[in-house]
C-alpha cells in the first residue's frame, strides 16, 4: 500500500524510500521505539536499551514488559529480517527466562538514571503502567517471554519460522517499517505482519455471537473442557478447602486457563486447570518460604529450571519458589495426580501461605 497526500490539486503519492538511501541505522530505529514503544502497535513498558547479558558477549536492543508481565525482547535491523535473527532472539529470550526480578530492576534502574537511587521502585512502575494499560489484577513478571523483531522487510524464511514457532506457542511478532519521504519530512509506517491482524468484518453473516464459554460458564469450562476426572476431582477439593479453611474472594472461574482467589484485587491463589496436573499459584511474602524446605514439607521433588521440557513432563509433583519482586514471592506447585491435596501437610502449608499473603 502506498502513502496519499491530500493537497488542493487531489491525492499526490508520497514517495517511498529506503533506511539505508535516508542513512539511517539501526540507533535511529531504536531511538524512535524509545521515544514512544506504542509504534509496534501495543502497549510496553521500555526499560532496556543494549542490554549486556552476563556470561556471554550478546548485547540485546531493547527489553520491555507488556501488561501480562510477559518480558518482551525487541530486536531491530534496518535492512531485511533474515537469518541469523529469529535464533539470535531465541537465545535472548532463553537468556532472560532465567533471570529475576531484581535483574530486572537492576536493568531498569540503569536505563532510567537512577543507579544509587534507594526510592527507586521499580515494581511500582510496573504496577502503574499496568492501572494505565486497563489491567485490573496485577500479573507476576516473567512467567513468559516474548520476541517482536523489527525491520524494513520480512523474508519468506524468517516468515515460515515465525508461524511456526507461534504454533508451537512461542510468542513472536514480526514487524515490517516502511518508510516515505517528502522534502525534508521524513514518515514511517509500522504493520504487523505475524501475527495477521483478525479482519474486523469477520463475524459479518454470522448467525448471532456467542461469548467465549469461560465467560458465560466457566465452573463448566474447567471442570469438563480442560480437566480430566481425576484432576477435576482434584480441583473440586482443593476449592472445598479453600472455601472451608479461608475468608477470601472467589472462586473466580472466568479466565481461559486458571481460577482464581483473589484478596484486595490480588490473586492470592491461581489453579492452572490441566488434564494431567494441576498448577497452584501461590503469592507471598518474600523469604518466607524456601524451595528445598517446601520440597521435603510436602513430599515431592524440587522443579529443577535446568532439566530439558521432556524431563520436566515427565517429573512427579514438583514445587519451586521464585522470587517476584523485593516485597512478594510466587509458590507454583505442580500437583499431578497422585498428588493428596486432603493431606494435613498440604492444608497447613495452605495456611501459612494464607498468613504470608503480601498484604
Same mark, same amino acid.
Given at each position: 500500500? #502506498?502513502?496519499w ?11 517511498e ?6 542513512k ?9 521505539? #524509545? ?5 509496534? /502497535? ?26 501480562? %508481565? ?8 534496518r535492512?531485511?529480517l ?6 539470535? $532472539?531465541?537465545?535472548? #529470550? ?10 530486572f530492576?537492576?536493568?531498569?534502574r540503569?536505563?532510567f ?17 499496568? #492501572?494505565? $494499560? ?10 513468559e517471554?516474548?520476541?517482536i523483531?523489527?525491520?524494513?522487510s520480512?523474508?519468506?524464511?524468517l ?6 514457532? !507461534? ?29 495477521? &491482524?483478525?479482519s ?7 448467525? %448471532?455471537?456467542e461469548?467465549? &464459554?469461560?465467560?458465560?460458564? %466457566?465452573?463448566?469450562w474447567?471442570?469438563?473442557? !480442560?480437566?480430566?476426572p481425576?484432576?477435576?476431582?482434584m ?14 474472594e /472467589? ?9 482464581a ?13 490441566k ?37 520436566k ?9 521464585k522470587?517476584r519482586n523485593?516485597k512478594?514471592?510466587?509458590v !507454583? ?19 501459612d501461605?494464607?498468613?504470608?499473603f503480601?498484604?
Amino acid at each position: 500500500m #502506498a502513502l496519499w497526500k491530500i493537497t488542493d490539486k487531489g491525492p499526490a503519492k508520497v514517495k517511498e524510500t529506503k533506511f539505508k538511501q535516508e542513512k539511517l541505522l539501526e540507533e535511529h530505529l531504536e531511538d524512535w521505539i #524509545a521515544s514512544d514503544p506504542s509504534m509496534l /502497535g501495543e502497549p510496553l513498558l521500555l526499560f532496556g536499551r543494549q542490554v549486556i547479558i552476563p556470561d556471554t558477549k550478546d548485547r540485546l536492543d531493547l527489553l520491555a514488559v507488556d501488561s501480562n %508481565g510477559s518480558i518482551t525482547v525487541i530486536e531491530l535491523k534496518r535492512g531485511q529480517l533474515k537469518d541469523p535473527v529469529d535464533i539470535q $532472539s531465541l537465545r535472548y #529470550a532463553s537468556y532472560v527466562s532465567k533471570w529475576h526480578f531484581q535483574d530486572f530492576e537492576n536493568v531498569a534502574r540503569n536505563y532510567f538514571g537512577k543507579i544509587g537511587d534507594a526510592e527507586f521502585n521499580f515494581n511500582d512502575m510496573f504496577e502503574s503502567f499496568c #492501572a494505565e $494499560s486497563g489491567v485490573d489484577a496485577i500479573p507476576d513478571i516473567n512467567t513468559e517471554q516474548r520476541i517482536i523483531i523489527v525491520g524494513s522487510s520480512v523474508r519468506e524464511k524468517l516468515g515460515s519460522v515465525a508461524l511456526w514457532l !507461534r504454533e508451537h506457542s512461542i510468542d513472536i511478532k514480526l514487524i515490517e517499517v516502511q518508510a516515505y519521504k517528502e522534502g525534508d519530512n521524513l514518515f514511517i509506517e509500522p504493520t504487523t505482519i505475524v501475527p495477521m &491482524p483478525v479482519s474486523r468484518f469477520i463475524s459479518v453473516g454470522k448467525r %448471532g455471537t456467542e461469548s467465549q &464459554p469461560w465467560s458465560t460458564d %466457566g465452573k463448566s469450562w474447567h471442570l469438563e473442557k !480442560r480437566c480430566s476426572p481425576k484432576t477435576k476431582e482434584m480441583l473440586l477439593l482443593l476449592d472445598q478447602i479453600v472455601q472451608d479453611e479461608f475468608e477470601i474472594e /472467589g472462586p473466580k472461574w472466568s479466565q481461559q486457563n486458571y481460577v482464581a482467589y483473589p484478596i484486595n484485587n490480588y490473586n492470592w491463589l491461581c489453579v492452572h486447570t490441566k488434564p494431567r496436573f494441576l498448577v497452584i499459584d501461590l503469592l507471598v511474602k518474600t523469604g518466607v518460604f524456601k524451595t528445598e524446605d517446601l520440597a521435603k514439607r510436602l513430599g515431592v521433588e524440587k522443579f529443577d529450571t535446568d532439566e530439558t521440557l521432556a524431563e520436566k513432563l515427565g517429573m512427579p509433583s514438583t514445587v519451586f519458589v521464585k522470587n517476584r519482586n523485593q516485597k512478594s514471592d510466587r509458590v !507454583r506447585l505442580r500437583a499431578k495426580e497422585d498428588f493428596d491435596v486432603k493431606s494435613k501437610s498440604f492444608i497447613d502449608f495452605l495456611k501459612d501461605a494464607f498468613k504470608a499473603f503480601p498484604k
